[in-house]
């Protein structure tokens, strides 16, 4: 059997992997999974999180938005609204970011139909920051 597999992560923007990789982990919506050469066929929808792929030894943190994911024994494929590697997100602006959405949480209520998309915007934020922290320091 083959030691690798096909790792592909679509966005609206393009593509951001196309690799052969040695496993993938990843955050399905019913719970994170992780991904090996030969992998059973699967289709799941993804939750704000952060994956990771393995490529030579080496591993490489993404932060992903929702999405769907089709894996095949040969091949995995991302469809996600962004996908963002650990060392192109700007901490900075992602801390920003958490600080602006917490503070806007707290003058809604939990009724409001803007709660539920200030709750993802504040995922995402958390997700970007964790993700940011683990990219390799030049």
Known sequence: MD????????????LVVSSKVEEAYIPGRQGDFGVLPGHAPLLTSLRIG???YRREKEVHYLAINQGFAEVTPVKTTILTDTAEPAGEIDLKRAESAKGRTEEKLKTLLKD???YVQE??????AKVRIRVAEKAPRE
């Open 50 to 52: 952060e994956m990771h």
């Open 112 to 114: 409001d139909p803007a």
């Open 119 to 124: 709750i993802d915007a504040l995922e995402r």
């Open 3 to 14: 030691k690798v597999f096909l790792l592909e992560i679509v966005t609206p923007y393009g």
